[in-house]
């Protein structure tokens, strides 16, 4: 399957703060790649995705930047909140990267 | 409300045992996926499903079998044959058969636990 893999494994960051969480991957024959969000004891949910004919995507706080000529994806979240504290996986198809714990300071 | 169910949330069996993770959607999804996740590690595809009575193996099917004889069934047998069970068992359902678009809707997930 496809490698898709994290830089962080944890990041912390103040609240109000951004943060950016990495992806890099190595199928660049993909066309679609999506961000999950996992808090503990539950399973994923979507945040957002962005298709390979596209660089930048927005949803509501949120921002997935794609930068095929170096195989990088990066989610970028405005303001972080305590209950933006989870595991972060983004994925291509239906493989996953190893995920990144973002811990939000108080 | 529609979405994906599993059961039981919470399983512990004997070694050498079989046991069998319930996976239920009613969001009419054609497709339906297996995952595996441990302890610090992300999520691997053990056995995919795009329509019934169809089924693929993933990235770690061994130790492990399937199902799919309804649209909104799916369940998975963890065998004797695996030879490290205790995990995270997360389900899946995607609209739509291709692999390259669209979604996940996730369960809640099994945790299993030998002992």
């Known amino acids: 399957g496809e490698n898709v893999g994290l830089h962080l494994p944890t990041l912390s960051v103040q609240e109000g703060d951004n943060s950016i969480i990495n992806c890099a991957y190595s199928?660049?024959?993909?066309?679609?790649f999506i961000w999950y969000k996992q808090e503990s004891g539950k399973g994923p949910q979507f945040i957002i995705d962005?298709?390979?004919?596209?660089d930048k995507r927005q949803g509501q706080r949120v921002t997935v930047l794609l930068n095929k000529t170096v195989k990088h994806l990066s989610l970028q979240i405005a303001a972080t909140q305590p209950g933006d504290s989870a595991v972060y996986f983004c994925?291509?198809?239906?493989?996953f990267g190893t995920g990144t714990k973002l811990q939000v300071i108080p | 409300d529609g979405g994906i169910t599993q059961s039981p949330k919470y399983l512990f069996r004997k070694e050498g045992q079989n046991v069998t993770l319930s996976c239920e959607q009613n969001?009419?999804?054609?497709?339906m996926y297996w995952y595996r996740q441990d302890p610090g590690q992300g999520l691997r595809l053990i056995y995919y499903?795009?329509?019934?009575?169809?089924?693929q193996k993933g990235d770690i099917a061994e130790g492990y079998s399937v199902s799919r004889e309804k649209k909104e069934s799916f369940p998975l047998t963890v065998t004797s044959a695996q030879k490290n069970p205790t995990a995270f068992y997360l389900c899946?359902?995607?609209?739509?058969?291709?692999?390259?678009?669209?979604?996940?809707?996730f369960g809640e997930g099994s945790r299993l636990t030998v002992l």
């Open positions: 899946a359902s995607k609209s739509g058969r291709a692999l390259n678009t669209g979604e996940l809707f």
């Open positions: 499903s795009q329509i019934v009575n169809d089924f």
């Open positions: 962005i298709r390979s004919n596209m």
């Open positions: 969001l009419n999804h054609d497709a």
């Open positions: 199928n660049s024959a993909s066309d679609y």
């Open positions: 994925g291509q198809k239906v493989t």
